[in-house]
Every structure is written in structure tokens, then in C-alpha cells.
């Protein structure tokens, strides 16, 4: 397996793991350094990267194609200005959970399957309380709850929308999809949640 076969954002979930033992002026470096190289993968071309037979079933954890290039590359982009507009930022919580939250963010975007989507769907719920959490006090506690109770609603239909889909079609592939079933319904409306429409 070569190193762009691995999906993008999969370095930066594993390098915020140790950013809270990286020293506070070599950690933007570090993270910077994460992002970059994440970056590369992005250089692997179109098609099926990184795949994995589950009961019949293919989770295919990294598929390029010509619309996750250009939010691929934004996302590395977003993810770079963030590290360097915290740059003061001492506190390791934050600088954890935002790289985590970008690369899941990335992981999600190479998803080829809806298992694998709400795998990443569900981390960027998760490193997105952690982030708000980082503030401190129960103002910030309260909102990270509530932003739980939202973000885990959006799984919850989503994961609905899948297995509906899965029975609909026999495929859990995520592909070009017409509305006009439950399945369908349910994974546009966790969409809507995760973007804020409502």
C-alpha cells in the first residue's frame, strides 16, 4: 500500500494524538507538517484507493474523483490557516480537536461508502464538542451539548438512511442519488442538519 492509498485526513486524526506532548513552539510546525502530508494523498488520482470486504459489502475508505479534489484541496487549505491564525493558542485541547475535526472533515469527503461516511460523520460530531469544550466554563459546555444533541441527530439519520438505502438498492455505496425514496430522504435531511439549513 502506498502512502497516498490511505486517505487524506487520516494522518491528521493520527497526528493530533500526539499533539498534546509536542512542545508548544514546535506544535504548529508539527501540525502543519500533518496537514501536508495528508495533502499528498490527495495526489493519488481518481478510482478506488483503500477498500475493505465486510460481510459482503465493500467499505471503501478512499475514492477520488473530480469533486473531492477541489473540497479536498479547500479543506487542507482551511485546515492550514487554522494552525496558523492559533498560532498563540497554548491550549493543546483545542489544537487537538481542530485537527482531529479537519481530518475527519477530509476522511468524510474520500468516503465511498455510507458506513464509512457516518464513521467520519460521527468523528467530526465528536472532535467539533471537544473544540468547544476547550473554552472552558458552562457556557461553553451547555453549547457543546446542545451541538451534540444536533450533530448526533444528523447520524442518526443518516445511519436510517443508509440501511433504508441498503435495502432499497442492495448497495451501500455512496453515489449520485435521485430523492424519491426514504432512504434518499433521510440522507439529504442528516445533510441539511450538518450544513444548518434548518
Known amino acids: 500500500m502506498a502512502i497516498t492509498d490511505l486517505t487524506?485526513?487520516?494522518y491528521m486524526i493520527l497526528a493530533a494524538v500526539a499533539v498534546p506532548w509536542i512542545p508548544?513552539?514546535?506544535?504548529?510546525?508539527?501540525?502543519?507538517?500533518?496537514?501536508?502530508?495528508?495533502?499528498?494523498g490527495l495526489s493519488a488520482g481518481e478510482g478506488v484507493h483503500w477498500s475493505i470486504?465486510?460481510?459482503?459489502?465493500?467499505?471503501?475508505?478512499?475514492?477520488s474523483d473530480r469533486l473531492t479534489l477541489p473540497f479536498g484541496i479547500i479543506f487542507h487549505?482551511?485546515?492550514?490557516?487554522?494552525?496558523?491564525?492559533?498560532?498563540?493558542?497554548?491550549?493543546?485541547?483545542?489544537?487537538?480537536?481542530?485537527?482531529?475535526?479537519?481530518?475527519a472533515a477530509i476522511a468524510a469527503v474520500?468516503?465511498?461508502?455510507?458506513?464509512?461516511?457516518?464513521?467520519?460523520?460521527?468523528?467530526?460530531?465528536?472532535?467539533?464538542?471537544?473544540?468547544?469544550?476547550?473554552?472552558?466554563?458552562?457556557?461553553?459546555?451547555?453549547?457543546?451539548?446542545?451541538?451534540?444533541?444536533v450533530q448526533v441527530a444528523s447520524g442518526v439519520l443518516l445511519i436510517a438512511g443508509a440501511a433504508f438505502y441498503w435495502r432499497e438498492t442492495g448497495s451501500w455505496a455512496f453515489e449520485l442519488m435521485q430523492l424519491g425514496s426514504l432512504g434518499t430522504w433521510l440522507i439529504f435531511l442528516a445533510f441539511g442538519i450538518k450544513a444548518a439549513f434548518p
Do not use: C, K
Open 53 to 63: 470486504p465486510i460481510m459482503g459489502q465493500e467499505l471503501i475508505l478512499h475514492q
Open 8 to 10: 487524506p485526513g487520516l
Open 24 to 40: 508548544h513552539h514546535f506544535r504548529q510546525i508539527f501540525m502543519l507538517l500533518a496537514i501536508g502530508l495528508s495533502a499528498f
Open 77 to 103: 487549505i482551511a485546515a492550514a490557516l487554522t494552525v496558523i491564525y492559533g498560532w498563540h493558542e497554548r491550549r493543546s485541547m483545542e489544537h487537538t480537536a481542530g485537527l482531529a475535526y479537519a481530518g
Open 110 to 149: 474520500h468516503a465511498g461508502d455510507l458506513i464509512s461516511l457516518f464513521i467520519w460523520w460521527e468523528v467530526t460530531a465528536v472532535t467539533s464538542v471537544f473544540l468547544l469544550l476547550a473554552v472552558g466554563g458552562d457556557r461553553a459546555r451547555n453549547t457543546a451539548m446542545r451541538y451534540l444533541l
